[in-house]
């Protein structure tokens, strides 16, 4: 049990805070599609000792005999690092087996900071780069002008579809062959659907190009199978721990062994110094959790949870991009500025109705992403609670009677009541306290 009685006693607005999101979290249905709740044992190890320990550089060597990475021989800059060796150890081996990689780097902090170190391991600053617009479904870290990935590099940026919401391989392939990138991003933040990297690979090829597969959404389908591995195609794979794995808030990449040295020198040390031990005890946790029948069940629900309530808010009336969903998360396209409520008024008037859900751009959108014109929602936490499809009827229902009286702030406080009573029935957490 986590007590959090010395931080009540040492600093009690820290403490008033940790409890009203305790609160939060408990009686509010939480949405958004890249979050989640960890399990109890790596919510623990977030918060062990392993955080007082320094560990810059790694838990193996290259062997001069051999070449090869041994962990016999440690390649740490501080003494001490016996029992944070074995956890790293633990995390990159359980990581490799989950994912059948050839290696993995564990240190990096985010799914952003991953995506920075293959970047900075194979391009140089200017070289051209194509990736996911992030109105379509992309990541910031996919070239947007406004990151590190925009500002360093010159970005091609492909969509989906105008008739399908989807991707087209074929547009995507002619538009690599037109530019030329010396590097191809694929994977997504909000994109409903299957991603094809065996495509991908094909357009890679085709150009030279290296291929990078951001799954930090999916990474837990494609542990369960749910969804086609990139690992077999790509040059390198990133991935954040949480979302759909289900660890915690932290990054993973994975890649080919003749691109390991490289790696892990941009990641320590090329982008960061010591590594977060604790957290990567947390990693070596939630994989270890990610190898079990329960975990590929639970994945399993996430994607029948998704599907019920994609069908449910269609038969309400709502329009989703690319007419549903094959994955965990869905966008409601809310149309265009002046024929339905913007994606930030729809987000306001579902947390009064205490539903946590974010607004989002939809694809071809007329509006800023600060106001966007679509909902994205995601089933990963509803999941983790216990609820089923009924309650993505339920929830749809919901949705649907807060668009109705979106400016109804009556209405909207009798259904957040309503709410609270369905998330009673699936309690989070009950040790803490």
Do not use: W
Not at 181 to 194: D, E, H, N
Request: aromatic share 8%; with cysteine.
């Amino acid at each position: 049990m986590i007590n959090y009685e010395e931080i009540k006693k040492t600093d009690p607005e820290i403490y008033q805070a940790i409890m009203g999101e305790l609160k939060r979290q408990s009686e509010n249905l939480e949405l958004i599609a890249s979050e989640n709740y960890v399990d109890y044992p790596v919510l623990e190890a977030t918060g062990c000792i392993m955080t007082n320990k320094y560990a810059e550089g790694y838990p193996y060597r290259k062997s001069k005999e051999t070449g090869e990475l041994t962990y016999r021989l440690s390649g740490r800059y501080y003494g001490g690092c016996d029992f944070v060796n074995d956890a790293e150890r633990l995390a990159i081996e359980r990581a490799k087996e989950l994912f059948g990689a050839e290696h993995a780097n564990v240190q990096a902090h985010s799914g952003s900071q991953a995506n920075m170190a293959v970047y900075f391991a194979v391009l140089e600053p200017g070289d051209k780069m194509m990736g996911m617009s992030l109105s379509h479904g992309g990541h910031l870290t996919h070239g947007h002008t406004v990151s590190f990935s925009g500002i360093f590099y010159e970005v091609v940026q492909y969509g989906v579809s105008t008739k399908t919401e989807q991707l087209d391989y074929d547009e995507i392939m002619e538009f690599a062959i037109q530019e030329k990138p010396k590097l191809i991003m694929c994977g997504a933040s909000a994109y409903p659907r299957i991603i094809d990297f065996k495509k991908f690979k094909e357009i890679a090829d085709k150009v030279g190009a290296y291929l990078v597969a951001d799954i930090a959404h999916i990474a837990g389908l494609i542990v369960a199978g749910l969804h086609p591995s990139p690992v077999p195609y790509a040059d390198f794979v990133t991935t954040t721990t949480h979302k759909t794995l289900r660890g915690p808030r932290a990054g993973l990449i994975l890649c080919k062994k003749k691109y390991q040295e490289i790696l892990d020198k941009t990641v320590m040390p090329g982008i960061q110094g010591g590594p977060l031990m604790h957290v990567i005890a947390a990693k070596a946790i939630a994989l270890k959790l990610a190898q079990t029948e329960e975990f590929k069940e639970y994945q399993k629900q996430i994607v029948k949870n998704a599907s019920a309530l994609a069908n449910a808010l269609i038969d309400r009336g709502f329009n989703l991009v690319s007419g549903g969903t094959d994955n965990h998360l869905m966008l409601i396209n809310l149309g265009k500025k002046g024929e339905g409520p913007s994606g930030k008024k729809m987000e306001k008037a579902l947390d009064k109705a205490g539903i946590t859900a974010n607004k989002n751009t939809v694809p071809f959108d007329t509006r800023s992403p600060f106001v966007a014109s679509g909902i994205r929602l995601g089933t990963p936490a509803l999941t983790t609670r216990g609820m089923k499809e009924k309650e993505m009827e339920q929830i749809a229902e919901f949705i649907k009677q807060v668009y109705d009286d979106i400016e109804n702030d009556e209405k909207l406080a009798e259904i957040r009541n309503y709410v609270r009573e369905l998330c009673a029935k699936f309690p989070i957490y009950e040790e803490l306290k």
